[in-house]
Nanobody, 120 residues
Framework: QVQLVESGGGLVQAGGSLRLSCTASGTIFRLNAMGWYRQAPGKQRELVAG???????NYADSVKGRFTISRDNAKNTIYLQMNSLKPEDTGVYYCNKRRSDYSDYPGGPWGQGTQVTVSS
């Protein structure tokens, strides 16, 4: 069974930075496309950044140029570096494996997420 543990969230002022981490177990991590998803208050969960098994990345338009996703297969961990944060980036951030390198849809169970709050 895949288990995901997110960390690194917090309260930050607009313009600040945070680095999120997600460690996976119970899966052959290096073979999985992974993604960071965000659930803002009152909105559906959406993919904000994805990375394939071959390290290709994609981003939601709202975070392009500000967020960077990366992975360390030796540590079974993905990261999300978030710079120039805006109040609209506020939400609970989750990581998940994606169904494939070509899909944005989540393919595993959700972790507990990590709260990011950006104050104006």
């Amino acid at each position: 069974q895949v288990q995901l543990v997110e960390s690194g969230g917090g309260l930050v002022q607009a313009g600040g930075s945070l680095r999120l981490s997600c460690t996976a177990s119970g899966t052959i991590f290096r073979l999985n496309a992974m993604g960071w998803y965000r659930q803002a208050p009152g909105k559906q969960r959406e993919l904000v950044a994805g990375i394939t098994s071959t390290d290709s990345t994609n981003y939601a338009d709202s975070v392009k140029g500000r967020f960077t996703i990366s992975r360390d297969n030796a540590k079974n961990t993905i990261y999300l570096q978030m710079n120039s944060l805006k109040p609209e980036d506020t939400g609970v951030y989750y990581c998940n494996k994606r169904r494939s390198d070509y899909s944005d849809y989540p393919g595993g169970p959700w972790g507990q997420g990590t709260q990011v709050t950006v104050s104006s």
